[in-house]
Each structure stands twice: as C-alpha cells, then as structure tokens.
C-alpha cells in the first residue's frame, strides 16, 4: 500500500518562500508520475507541477518561474520549491503520485500568503 506523507506547508507573507516535501512508502519508481496539485474551496483541484522519468511534465503557466519541483528518487521523496509566493497561492497542497494507473493522494498541507 501506498503512502504519501507531506511536510512544510505553514504561513508567510507575500514574496517569501516555503518548500514543500513529500515522501512515498513502498517501491516507487522514478517513471511514476509525481508530483503536486492544489485547492482552494469552491475550485477544482489544480496540477501545479509533476515528474516523471526526470522529467517535468506539466507545470502550472501561474506558477512559472516562481516555483521548482525537484524529486530525490532514492528517498522516494518529492519537493515543492515555492518563492516569490503571492496571496492567490494560498491552497492546500497534494502530493500525488500514480502508481500503474492508479493515484494516490497526501493528506494535503495548508500553504497560506498574507500580509
């Protein structure tokens, strides 16, 4: 069974930083696609960025430049690098990670910018 844990979400002030890190039990695979979504009440849930292979896959247009997603594969773990943080990043934030098909979701960790 797999298990994502999260780490690093918390509150800051516009224009600073937080990283975000995730990490899977079990037997994980750097082809899995990995990665990051988030959600804010009333919205759907947005991808913000995703690896696989080592490779980024998707990423948010919003987020560009701003943010970085990195992933360790020998620890099974997954970042979220964010700077530069603006008011409407404030979400809960998923890990995801896809397993033959099949998603797995983090508990979700709050991330909140305000003055």
């Known amino acids: 069974q797999v298990q994502l844990v999260e780490s690093g979400g918390g509150s800051v002030q516009p224009g600073g930083s937080l990283r975000l890190s995730c990490a899977a039990s079990?037997?994980?695979?750097?082809?899995?696609?990995m990665g990051w979504y988030r959600q804010t009440p009333g919205k759907e849930r947005e991808l913000v960025a995703v690896?696989?292979?080592?490779?980024?896959?998707n990423f948010l247009a919003d987020v560009k430049g701003r943010f970085t997603i990195a992933r360790d594969n020998a620890k099974n773990t997954v970042y979220l690098q964010m700077n530069s943080l603006k008011p409407e990043d404030t979400a809960v934030y998923y890990c995801y990670l896809r397993v033959r098909g099949t998603p797995y979701w983090g508990q979700g960790t709050q991330v909140t910018v305000s003055s």
């Open positions: 690896m696989s292979s080592g490779v980024i896959t």
């Open positions: 079990g037997s994980i695979f750097s082809t899995y696609p």
